[in-house]
């Protein structure tokens, strides 16, 4: 089965700050694909990022950058020189290869993140 | 390309009327999910469907809720009779299965307030 933990809940940093949010998965596949989403007090959810289980490359796009490590089951996301309008709750998701399960998702509690001016 | 359309984006009713939740599905994409999301629950998947046949079904709440998927292009959720526990925000995603993609982009959501 599987998991995805984003154990921060919450987290309040000043606006220009370095922040980053954990991701830990659990799957037995070997091949997989990890998500980012963001969902701003709007409401809507936000696609940001995705990675296969074959790429460990690091991504960095803009003030936001990811860190894949396999060893660890992990794909953390760091914004840095955080804004207020970087204000959400980020979720982390995790889906199986394979065409029987047709792209289904497994998602995060969320963590929400606050930044403060 | 237009993303995916949910509507009503509000719905308020009172408890026992029956709820229906419309999707459009981002064209020419194959398979399509309902989502609830909640403050104690947080996002929870509902069903899914692949080419317009539901494939999991598992996390429909109960007998009062149903999903149908006529065509490639529209998707029902419907709930009836509701009650005030099914007061949450409802999201749609859609997504093109294939080797190398999967990525799910979701509707604006309906926000369902059950009186």
């Known amino acids: 089965a599987q998991k995805v933990t984003q154990a921060q809940t919450e987290i309040s940093v000043v606006e220009k700050e370095d922040v980053t949010l954990d991701c830990v998965y659990e799957t037995r596949d070997t091949t997989y694909y990890l998500f980012w989403y963001k969902q701003p007090p709007s409401g809507e959810l936000v696609f940001l990022i995705r990675?296969?289980?074959?790429?460990?490359q690091n991504e960095i796009s803009g003030r936001y950058s990811w860190n894949f490590q396999k060893s660890t089951s992990s794909f953390n996301f760091t914004i840095t020189a955080s804004q207020v309008v970087d204000s959400a709750v980020y979720f982390c998701?995790?889906?199986?290869?394979?065409?029987?399960?047709?792209?289904?998702?497994?998602f995060g509690d969320g963590t929400t993140l606050t930044v403060k001016p | 390309d237009a993303g995916v359309i949910q509507s009503p984006r509000h719905e308020v009713t009172e408890m026992g009327q029956e709820v229906t939740l419309r999707c459009k599905p981002i064209s020419g994409h194959n398979s399509l999910f309902w989502y609830r999301q909640t403050m104690m629950r947080g996002l929870e998947l509902l069903i899914y469907?692949?080419?317009?046949?539901?494939?999991?079904d598992s996390g429909m709440p109960e007998d009062r809720f149903s999903a149908k998927m006529p065509n490639a292009s529209f998707s029902t959720l419907k709930i009836q009779p509701s009650e005030p526990r099914d007061s949450a925000v409802y999201f749609c995603?859609?997504?093109?299965?294939?080797?190398?993609?999967?990525?799910?982009?979701f509707g604006p959501g309906t926000r369902l307030t059950v009186l």
């Open positions: 995603a859609s997504s093109l299965v294939r080797v190398d993609t999967d990525t799910q982009y």
């Open positions: 469907f692949n080419n317009n046949v539901p494939i999991d």
């Open positions: 998701a995790l889906s199986e290869a394979g065409w029987t399960n047709a792209g289904k998702s497994t």
């Open positions: 990675r296969n289980s074959f790429d460990e």
